[in-house]
């Protein structure tokens, strides 16, 4: 099945510092990747979809100030959380469809950011 | 409103057989997943439907009735690794993901 890389996949910064989070797809070409952050035994919840060579989309709710994206190629799509606060703790996936294949869509390893 | 239900928490033996539902009501419907997520870990996918009927693949089926907005994971032969949750998702008619809350699937020996 496709690959897809996300690094890191634990960060700990302190609190106003930047974080960027990279998600890569390894053998395909991803004009689509989505952002879902995931707090404890919760479910998933999407924060943006990034499409290649255009501004994401964001969710109700999600500050695009604070979470930066950019899909510069379609390859890699990054995560920029500005000015960390703890309470923007928690894990963070990305996700990829490979074009065509709308019948799955493939998960980076996901980012654990601890911000203290 | 959009909405994915799935049972919280499930208990089952080593061996046995265990079935996880899945009831939707979502902004149109193409295609029905179940996901398996390991604490800690991302999804990892498991099945996809988007016809009605089951869906069989190894130890793990799949059924979706799309009349009834239903679905659910059936895991045969249940083994230890099989502890974990499993995220039952639907892509609406923007062919967005909705998520359920998962299912904590808790295998005992």
């Known amino acids: 099945g496709a690959v897809v890389s996300q690094h890191p996949s634990r960060v700990i910064c302190k609190s106003g510092t930047s974080v960027k989070i990279e998600c890569r797809s390894l053998?395909?070409?991803?004009?689509?990747m989505f952002w879902y952050r995931q707090f404890p035994k919760q479910s998933l919840m999407l924060m943006a979809t990034?499409?290649?060579?255009?501004?994401?989309?964001?969710e109700q709710g999600v500050e695009k100030d604070k979470f930066l994206i950019n899909h510069a190629s379609l390859t890699l799509s990054t995560l920029t959380v500005t000015s960390a606060h703890p309470e923007d703790s928690s894990f963070y996936i990305c996700?990829?469809?490979?074009?065509?294949?709308?019948?799955?869509?493939?998960f980076g390893q996901g980012t654990r950011l601890t911000v203290v | 409103g959009q909405n994915i239900d799935q049972p919280t928490e499930m208990t089952a033996t080593e061996g046995a057989i265990v079935q996880i539902n899945c009831t939707y009501q979502?902004?149109?419907?193409?295609?029905l997943f179940w996901y398996q997520q390991h604490a800690g870990e991302a999804p990892t996918f498991l099945s996809y439907n988007v016809l009605d009927g089951l869906e069989e693949k190894g130890r793990f089926s799949s059924f979706l009735s799309r009349s009834k907005g239903y679905s659910y994971l059936l895991l045969k032969e249940l083994q230890m690794k099989d502890s974990a949750s499993y995220l039952c998702?639907?892509?609406?008619?923007?062919?967005?993901?909705?998520w359920g809350a998962g299912t904590k699937l808790i295998i005992k020996p």
């Open positions: 990034s499409n290649e060579g255009s501004k994401a989309t964001y």
């Open positions: 979502t902004s149109g419907f193409n295609g």
């Open positions: 996700s990829a469809k490979s074009p065509g294949k709308d019948t799955e869509a493939f």
């Open positions: 053998d395909f070409q991803a004009t689509t």
């Open positions: 998702a639907v892509m609406d008619s923007n062919y967005q993901l909705i």
